[in-house]
């Protein structure tokens, strides 16, 4: 793999689309700046950093290892990218079924509750373990990074330096939606974050749609390696 600053501002953006889709997780970060829980909010996102770059390294290990020792990886990738498509795409579906605005405020008023009336260790828990079951972080790192970067065989600085644009990503998203509110002391606007929802719906579906049209094309599996662009074909008369 090619570290370069081309390398990670793709990284950087498509983790951004990924991250950006409003939901208790989120909303937990927003009430947690809403009330002022400044220290809560800190530990908090330091447990959802340190769970992002166990994840990571974890799977991205793990794509090294069977790259080595397994002869195709070809079916079950088929497999997980049928199964990231359906999920991506009725996510976005039930998103515009559901209103979940206020849902998703009173989720996050009560995390944010929870955690900012915990000490340090439980507010780095309570991140941890928040992210370590989101399935978002899994699909991301397990199909789309390997496609986006061509390989499925990463050294360890090759992990590292995904970790930290990832984690940057992160921080950037967290950063832009909580800062402005410990400034002006005030909660987002319901319109604003129904528009947002709309928008990642929408966002979510065309992944959905993308990944079942990679799937009958093949091209990223073939480019990394993965999938030999003869397996489908014919044996011929």
Known sequence: MVISLETAILLFSTYLIFGIKPGPYMMAFISLSAS?????????????????????????????????????????????????AVIFINLGVLGFRKLGVGDAKRAGQEKAKEISLADAAENWVSGFLLTASNPYHIIYVFSVVPALLNTISFSGTDI????????????????????????VSHKINDDILVRIKQIANVVMIAIGLYILYSIFDQWDLIQTGILNKDLFKGEGV
């Open 160 to 183: 590292i330096f995904i970790n930290t644009v990832s984690v940057l990503a992160d921080l950037t998203i967290i950063t832009g939606f909580c800062l402005p509110i410990l400034i």
């Open 36 to 84: 002022g829980h400044l220290r809560g909010l800190i530990f908090f996102w330091l447990g959802t950093a340190m769970a992002m770059i166990a994840m990571y390294s974890a799977v991205l290990l793990s794509l090294d290892y069977f790259s080595q020792y397994m002869a195709s990886l070809s079916v079950p990738l088929l497999m997980m990218k049928l199964i990231a």
